[in-house]
Structure formats: C-alpha cells, structure tokens
C-alpha cells in the first residue's frame, strides 16, 4: 500500500459488482456487472479493493474469487449480501429464514432467539469462507417500525430497538469466531421508511431524541463489538442534514457516526447506482462528495473509471486531500491485514452440514405458525394456487419445491400467478377444492411489501369461497395480519418468515399433517 499511485490508492477504495458466474454470456445484469475483460482491466490496472458478487453456486464462487484473486494486483475484498446465510445468494449454501423469524422466538425466548442468531453468523461466516467470500454486509440493524416498510420489511430484527441490538449483535459475535469481516447497515437506519432507496430518495423527519432513541441503538450495540463496517443509508435526515443524502453527508458520517458515536471501522457507501443516491448528482459528484462526506468505500460506482478519475481531479483542484485518501487506504488496509494474517483453512465439506441444517430446522420450528384442527384431505382433482411477487424472479419456486409437490401428491395441481395477474381468477366459476399459497415479503426494488389492491379485492373473494381448503403464507408477517383476520375459522393456515424449500416443507407438512415425514428433533425433513 505505501509505494501506490494515487490512481491506485483509489481503486482501493472502490468495490464493484460482478457476476458469480463463470462466464460472461451467464451475465444477467450487465449494466451492473463487469465482464471478464473488463475487470481484469479495472482489478490490475487500476487496483480495485474489491468486488461484491451475486448469483452462481457455491462451487462456482469458489472457482470464481480465485480468478478474480489472481487478476488483481492486491488481495481483493470480497463481498456479498448474505443476510440470510450463504444459499441466500448462492446455490448449495445454507439458507436460513429471513431475521425476523428471530424476532418472533425473541418474543418468548430472547437467550434463545440470541443462541440462534449467533449461531447464524457463525454458519454464515465459515461457509462464505469455505468459497472465498471474505466480507459478509450484514447484520442488517434496521428498526423495522413500519409495516409498510418496502425493502427492510422481514429483513431486519424486529421492531423493538433493544431486540434488534441484541440479535443483530449476536449475529456480530457469530462471525467474529473466523477470519472475516462484517458490515451493520443501513445507517443512520431504514426502518421507518415507506419508500425503498434503491427506487428514490426516502425522508425521515424524526427529531434527534427519536433517532437516539430507536434507530441508533442497534448501531451503538455493534460499535461496541467493534464491528468492522457499517454501511450507508440513503435517506434523508432532516434532523441531521436536510440537504444531502445520509450517504453524502459530513454532518452524519463523520460528525455523526465517527466523532458522536465512535465508530472507528469501515464506512462503505450502499451501492451508489441505487436511485436514492443516483437521481441527487451526477455520477462524478456522487463519488467525490461521499468520500468528503466520510466514506471508506464506494460500493458500486456506475462507473468506477468515472468515479476515479473524478476523485483524482478533486485532488488536483484541492476540494479533497490526498491525505485524506490516505486515511481510508489505512482502514481498508487494516480490513485486509485482519482477512490475510489468518492460516486457517475451510473444507468445501463444511456447507450445508447437518449442524447448520439442524439450526435451520429449529429456527423454523420455533417461528413458523399453523392452526390446522381439520387437516387438508386428499381429493380426487384439486387446484394449488399459488402467488408470488414477481414470477420472473423467484428463486424459492420450481417444479420440484415442496409447495408443488406436496400438494400435488393430495391431488391440488399448481396454477402459479403473480400479484399483477391474479385478477385473472377474479369472478372465476370455481367448482374444484383449492388452496392458496402467497408468497409475499419486502425485496429490494419491489417498491411494496405488502398486498396489492387488485390482489386484495381476488383474495376476498378467494376467501369467500366454498371450495377453499387451506392458505399457507410465506414471507411477511404482516401480509399474515391481514389473513387472519379473513380467513374463515375452518380453513386451516400456516405461516413461514422463509420461503425456500424447508420453510415450504415445514408448512406443507404441518398443513396436510404429513408427520410421519417430519422428525423436527433430529432437525431432518425425511
């Protein structure tokens, strides 16, 4: 790091997003995701930090972060958004329910709902290690007080601060057992929020009490774990700045966050391609003034060789130090020194153990909620109707998940909708026994979490129906709130925070009552 040009200390400070997959036809989101060439350029050229990836499975990644080690002429920090465990993002891995099924044990049980979530960030932290991942960017802190929260929603740990500083700090506590890094987000917190930043620019007009009181807390309980980066909101905090986003703002990164609070880490942008940020200057702006404002790390950059040369501008014109640069050179070296002084070694054998299955199994166990008294029969011809936010873009759903094929083998064939179409069944002659099966939660660029209007008006006549025989839901708690309080009491119902395939097993088990199959003990779904 001592004898870099100043072209180079830059690209230090700078992680850009690339695909997990192999080769470049795989791309899926090439406005965002460098190609081969590309990065072989930016990663030696002009010395990149590091990369954030997203997509592939686990043996790809693996494959993948020791090509992309080997172009870079300094170890790379590697990154990706694994809050709900590896198999969030990478095939293989291990998928854990979504933090709020947390905050639903907290509710009886918080010494174990913490048990859980360290153990969480323990799995998480050794099998992102086991691919070559080093930096996972989580926890994620949020005080999600907002039910129409579209993009934190069942991400964060609940909605009472103090629960959410210590689960959240559990989660922390997880991962500092191995060689990695961690990452709080999204400060100065996004839980009370109804718009996602990802789309545009959210206010929050709390009062400074307000925030200490709520947003800040879980933020303090991981500064005092020495966590080692939080990540950026953009919001804006009028009670802070009213006129630049959190990302962009001195008065909250450093006045705030580092002088306040203490906080002596990494400070990383949330990717500055995002409207929230994006739509308030130009790209070049964008860069120069969120390393004035504080930040470490530029988290994709809509161009990274824009957002270089622009710094290096800034420095010539004086508006930015180099020795300002320097200052976050150190801490992204000292990130580093903590990843690479480490000898320790990672067995691919080590994902998806039946260790880390077992805390899966007892994490849903323990969330999941079903009222079934009348289990549902096996009927001759039977429809399974099942909805999802984005049918294009459901990773949790195929042919071969639990929730088509376990209703399947009681005769309930699957007609699969999404939200937007489901006004399709509307005034539909419905003669045949069906279930309903919703998946719905908050994702980022969905710009709602919860029922549509033209869902709602299809699901209280669904609701109505004689011929309804069980509604399972997966994903929002608050979608939950809203059947409950339809749902007509013979129906059975059952309830998941997660939407993968165990999740979809658990319910469907529950439901159809199937529990010669279930052995929750031996946390094994058989």
């Given at each position: 790091m001592k004898n870099l040009s100043l072209k180079e200390k830059i690209g230090q400070l700078i992680v850009v997003r690339t695909t997990g997959y192999l080769f470049d036809h795989q791309i899926r989101y090439p406005a965002w995701e460098a190609n081969q060439q590309q990065l072989q350029t930016w990663l030696w050229e002009y010395n990149i930090g590091g990369v954030i990836l997203l997509g592939g499975s686990c043996a790809e990644i693996a494959q993948r972060t020791k090509q992309l080690n080997q172009w870079a002429k300094t170890p790379l920090l590697v990154a990706a958004d694994i809050e709900e465990g590896v198999g969030q993002r990478f095939?293989?891995?291990?998928?854990?329910?979504?933090?709020?099924?947390?905050?639903?044990?907290?509710?009886?049980?918080?010494?174990?709902?913490?048990?859980?979530?360290?153990?969480?960030?323990?799995?998480?932290?050794?099998?992102?290690?086991?691919?070559?991942?080093?930096?996972?960017?989580?926890?994620?802190?949020?005080?999600?007080?907002?039910?129409?929260?579209?993009?934190?929603?069942?991400?964060?740990?609940?909605?009472?601060?103090?629960?959410?500083?210590?689960?959240?700090?559990?989660?922390?506590?997880?991962?500092?057992?191995?060689?990695?890094?961690?990452?709080?987000?999204?400060?100065?917190?996004?839980?009370?929020t109804s718009t996602d930043s990802h789309l545009d620019l959210p206010v929050i007009s709390h009062s400074q009490a307000r925030l200490q009181d709520i947003e800040l807390v879980p933020f303090q309980g991981a500064i005092a774990l020495n966590v080692d980066a939080?990540?950026?909101?953009?919001?804006?905090?009028?009670?802070?700045?009213?006129?630049?986003?959190?990302?962009?703002?001195?008065?909250?990164?450093?006045?705030?966050?580092?002088?306040?609070?203490?906080?002596?880490?990494?400070?990383?942008?949330?990717?500055?391609?995002?409207?929230?940020?994006?739509?308030?200057?130009?790209p070049e702006k964008i860069a120069v003034k969120a390393l004035q404002a504080g930040a470490d790390i530029l988290l994709m950059p809509e161009n990274p060789l824009v957002a270089i040369h622009s710094i290096i501008e800034a420095v010539e014109k004086g508006e930015i130090s180099e020795s300002r640069i320097d200052e976050s050179l150190q801490r992204v070296s000292k990130a580093k020194e903590k990843l690479f002084k480490s000898q320790q070694s990672f067995s691919f054998a080590e994902i998806s153990s039946n260790e880390s299955q077992q805390v899966i199994n007892k994490i849903l166990f323990k969330s999941n909620q079903i009222s079934a008294l009348n289990p549902i029969k096996k009927v001759g011809e039977g429809i399974n109707l099942v909805v999802v936010d984005d049918l294009l873009n459901c990773d949790f759903l195929d042919r071969q998940t639990?929730?088509?094929?376990?209703?399947?083998?009681?005769?309930?064939?699957?007609?699969?909708?999404?939200?937007?179409?489901?006004?399709?069944?509307?005034?539909?002659?419905?003669?045949?026994?069906?279930?309903?099966?919703?998946?719905?939660?908050?994702?980022?660029?969905?710009?709602?979490?919860?029922?549509?209007?033209?869902?709602?008006?299809?699901?209280?006549?669904?609701?109505?129906?004689?011929?309804?025989?069980?509604?399972?839901?997966?994903?929002?708690?608050?979608?939950?709130?809203?059947?409950?309080?339809?749902?007509?009491?013979?129906?059975?119902?059952?309830?998941?925070?997660?939407?993968?395939?165990?999740?979809?097993?658990?319910?469907?088990?529950?439901?159809?009552?199937?529990?010669?199959?279930?052995?929750?003990?031996?946390?094994?779904f058989l």
């Open positions: 095939t293989g891995a291990s998928w854990f329910p979504p933090p709020m099924a947390l905050a639903q044990i907290a509710q009886d049980d918080l010494e174990l709902a913490k048990k859980y979530a360290e153990e969480m960030g323990k799995i998480t932290a050794k099998e992102a290690l086991c691919m070559g991942v080093n930096w996972i960017l989580a926890p994620v802190v949020d005080v999600n007080n907002n039910p129409d929260n579209p993009v934190i929603n069942v991400r964060a740990f609940g909605d009472n601060p103090e629960v959410v500083k210590e689960l959240s700090s559990a989660f922390i506590r997880g991962t500092q057992s191995y060689p990695i890094l961690n990452g709080a987000k999204h400060f100065p917190g996004h839980g009370d939080i990540m950026t909101a953009h919001l804006l905090v009028s009670a802070y700045d009213n006129q630049n986003p959190a990302t962009l703002s001195h008065r909250i990164l450093t006045e705030e966050l580092r002088h306040n609070m203490g906080f002596e880490g990494l400070i990383v942008t949330d990717a500055l391609i995002m409207g929230g940020v994006a739509k308030y200057a130009p639990p929730s088509i094929t376990i209703p399947d083998s009681f005769g309930y064939h699957a007609q699969v909708f999404d939200q937007r179409n489901l006004y399709m069944w509307e005034n539909q002659p419905i003669s045949k026994p069906f279930i309903l099966q919703v998946f719905v939660r908050g994702n980022p660029f969905r710009g709602t979490a919860g029922l549509s209007a033209i869902a709602l008006k299809t699901y209280e006549q669904i609701l109505k129906n004689p011929h309804l025989q069980g509604i399972m839901v997966y994903g929002s708690p608050y979608v939950l709130d809203w059947f409950k309080n339809q749902i007509p009491t013979r129906i059975p119902w059952g309830f998941s925070y997660g939407q993968m395939a165990i999740a979809q097993q658990t319910i469907c088990n529950g439901i159809f009552q199937i529990s010669a199959n279930l052995d929750i003990t031996k946390g094994n």
